[in-house]
């Protein structure tokens, strides 16, 4: 099985800098994109960021100009480096991918998400 494991999340002050990462463990043949979305209480989960394995990346307008994504596609790593936080980027990041991995069921092509790392902006 597939497993998607983000760290770096926590408590900063407006103004300040985060850097998320999210590693992919198993049996991966291919990530065609990664990426990261957030949710808050009662809403939907959004987009934050999405980079594909050629390096093109998508921003949700809210990040733009101040997240920016990268991967190591060797290591099947993707990182999120979060600066000019505001408090209304409150929400739980998850990770997310999309490509082919191997488990008990064989070869399958889906999309695979992590459990989500709190990140908090106080005023």
Same mark, same amino acid.
């Given at each position: 099985?597939?497993?998607l494991?983000?760290s770096?999340?926590g408590?900063v002050?407006? /103004? $300040? @800098?985060?850097?998320?990462s999210?590693?992919?463990? !198993?049996i991966?043949?291919?990530f065609?994109?990664?990426?990261? *979305?957030?949710q808050t209480?009662?809403?939907?989960?959004?987009l934050?960021?999405?980079?594909?394995s /050629? $390096? @093109?990346?998508?921003?949700?307008?809210?990040?733009? !100009?101040?997240?920016?994504?990268?991967?190591d596609n060797?290591? *099947?790593?993707v990182?999120?480096?979060?600066?000019s936080?505001k408090?209304?980027?409150?929400?739980?990041?998850?990770?997310?991918?999309?490509?082919?991995?191997?488990g008990?069921?064989?070869?399958?092509?889906?999309d695979?998400?992590g459990?989500?790392?709190?990140?908090?902006v106080?005023?």
């Amino acid at each position: 099985q597939v497993r998607l494991v983000e760290s770096g999340g926590g408590l900063v002050q407006a /103004g $300040g @800098s985060l850097r998320l990462s999210c590693a992919a463990s !198993g049996i991966i043949y291919s990530f065609d994109a990664m990426g990261w *979305y957030r949710q808050t209480p009662g809403k939907q989960r959004d987009l934050v960021a999405t980079i594909t394995s /050629g $390096g @093109s990346t998508n921003y949700g307008d809210t990040v733009k !100009g101040r997240f920016t994504i990268s991967r190591d596609n060797p290591k *099947y790593t993707v990182y999120l480096q979060m600066n000019s936080l505001k408090p209304e980027d409150t929400a739980v990041y998850y990770c997310a991918a999309e490509g082919v991995v191997e488990g008990i069921f064989g070869i399958r092509r889906g999309d695979y998400w992590g459990q989500g790392t709190q990140v908090t902006v106080s005023s």
